[in-house]
């Protein structure tokens, strides 16, 4: 482990990460970001979920500056005030939505503000209101007026290959047009290409005036990797596929045996008294 970093801030992706799999924080988890706290040294986090959704961590971590909903799609502060946004461009929006449907993926649209579905008892709807705490609208159909509005499209499977491949798919049809990578892996987000956990680093090195070199970033899925690229120094949660593990520059344990916790500890609060 190299004793020479210089971390001032730890971006921490939510679910897979920062809570069990049961979307708990634990005592150790808040123990960790009380200590990173203590230490002087600033905890951010970034999520697929809606700002609204990620309300509930707020007070219990401590979180004092800007978060990041939608990977990067919103920023907010922590009285959930909007401080920049990145819609979809509407015909990019268009094509996200049909490549999803033609690939036999379910489909939920996103706005700053709502949660829009088709059908209520869909696959993983009852387990997102859970998550984020809030119930989505039903529609019969998506129109342009929901599609302009777009901050996140998400597809969705249980067929987790399928939602991989679509995840390939959708990098190559709309490339530079939007961001589509995998937030959990029953879950597509697809948003705008300055809405990825990457520029979440760039935007949060800017907004405090720290290095990306200066900042860590946790994570555990594909979508993770964008900011494991940007940022100084990376882990993958134990809980990550081989292929996100390779490319952080450390492994912790899993979601499920406090890997935040140990991560904190062995690698950011060491190497700040190193």
């Not at 979920?49 to 920023?75: C, K």
């Not at 033609?102 to 387990?127: C, G, M, Q, S």
């Not at 007026?145 to 249980?158: F, R, T």
């Not at 935007?203 to 555990?220: E, N, V, Y």
């Amino acid at each position: 482990m190299n004793g020479q970093r210089d971390i001032r801030l730890l971006l921490a992706d939510v679910d897979g990460t920062l809570v069990t799999h049961d979307k708990v924080l634990t005592e150790a988890t808040k123990a960790a970001a009380a200590a990173l706290h203590d230490a002087g040294l600033a905890l951010a986090i970034t999520s697929g979920r809606p700002p609204r959704g990620m309300s509930m961590l707020i007070e219990p971590l401590n979180l004092q500056g800007a978060i990041a909903g939608f990977n990067g799609g919103v920023f907010v502060t922590p009285d959930l005030s909007v401080i920049e946004s990145h819609t979809l461009d509407l015909a990019t929006a268009r094509q996200a939505l049909e490549l999803i449907f033609d690939e036999k993926l379910d489909a939920w649209i996103y706005t700053a503000d709502d949660w829009f579905i088709r059908d209520k008892n869909a696959p993983h709807v009852a387990r997102e209101t859970r998550t984020v705490k809030f119930d989505a609208k039903v529609v019969a159909s998506f129109t342009d007026a929901h599609l302009a509005q777009a901050v996140k499209i998400v597809g969705i499977s249980d067929d987790l290959n399928l939602v991989a491949d679509c995840e390939k798919m959708a990098q190559r049809t709309l490339g530079r047009a939007a961001s589509a990578a995998r937030s959990q892996p029953y879950y597509l987000d697809v948003t705008h290409p300055e809405a990825n956990k990457g520029t979440v680093v760039t935007t949060l090195s800017k907004f405090l005036d720290i290095r990306p070199d200066q900042i860590a970033t946790i994570g555990d899925m594909p979508n993770d990797v964008f900011m494991f690229r940007k940022s100084g120094f990376s882990i993958a949660m134990g809980n990550s596929t081989d292929e996100v593990k390779v490319q952080a520059s450390a492994v912790t344990d899993s979601n499920e045996n406090e890997g935040f916790a140990k991560a904190v500890r062995k690698f950011i609060l060491r190497s700040a008294t190193s």
